[in-house]
């Protein structure tokens, strides 16, 4: 049974500000490592598959990249609207884990 | 477009069932599955299981084997989820997701999500 964990789990920045976030995967996910965006109250909404594919509308000052067991969750030139808790998600198989999440907050 | 409302919120107690609903809209339900993620009040996000929207055939988190049933009604694009013998600790937003064109369990939309409260 895979583990997904994620670090940090906050992280206080200003706009403007370039923010990382890891993902580690206990075993080799390929590339199967997707990262997702939730606001308070809200559903969670996809952000970036396959380690590094933007999701349709998704602006480019998010990137995704890594592979087999290391990820990474780049946001360039914080806006506003990014301010909110993070999760990557990964697939071994036909099983799915989710990162504990990192709550991106204003400085 | 593509839509996915779930049904509304409930109160059970201990030991009782319940079971979620999630219509689509907006595409074709058998050619994409259908999963299920949990998320407790200020927690993070839990994996359920999946189903497939084409022949049902289902993959569920080895914590959920034998409490949680997961089906779906082709004729109304609905999925549903059943989780029995609750207890308080499974008070949670449950949201349904659809596994889209993306790629393997990669969950383009999601529903507005459904409270689920255990409570004597």
């Known amino acids: 049974d895979f583990q997904m964990t994620q670090s940090p789990s906050s992280l206080s920045a200003s706009v403007g500000d370039r923010v ?3 993902c580690r995967a206990s075993q080799s996910i390929d590339s199967h490592l997707h990262w997702y965006q939730q606001k308070p109250g809200k559903a969670p909404t996809l952000l970036i598959h396959m380690t590094s ?6 602006p480019s000052r998010f990137r995704g990249s890594g592979s087999g067991t290391e990820f990474t969750l780049t946001i360039s030139g ?3 609207e990014d301010f909110a808790t993070y999760f990557c998600q990964g697939s071994h198989s036909t099983q799915s884990r989710f990162g504990q999440g990192t709550k991106l907050e204003t400085k | 477009q593509v ?3 779930q049904s509304g919120p409930e109160v059970k107690k201990p030991g009782a069932s319940v079971k979620v609903s999630c219509q689509t809209s907006g595409y074709i339900f058998s050619h994409y599955g259908i999963t299920w993620v ?3 009040p200020g927690q993070g996000l839990e994996w359920m299981g999946w189903i497939s ?7 569920l988190a080895q914590k959920f084997q034998g409490r949680v049933t997961m089906t779906t009604d082709t004729s109304t694009n609905t999925a549903y989820m059943e989780l ?5 600790d499974d008070t949670a937003m449950y949201f349904c997701a659809r596994e889209g064109p993306t790629g393997p369990l990669v969950f383009d939309v999601w529903g507005q999500g459904t409270m689920i409260t255990v409570s004597s």
């Open chain 1, 20 to 22: 990382i976030i890891t």
């Open chain 1, 53 to 58: 594919t933007l999701y349709s509308g998704v």
């Open chain 1, 78 to 80: 914080l806006q506003p």
């Open chain 2, 3 to 5: 839509r996915v409302v």
């Open chain 2, 38 to 40: 949990r998320q407790a």
């Open chain 2, 53 to 59: 929207g084409y022949n049902a055939n289902t993959n």
């Open chain 2, 84 to 88: 029995m013998n609750l207890r308080p």
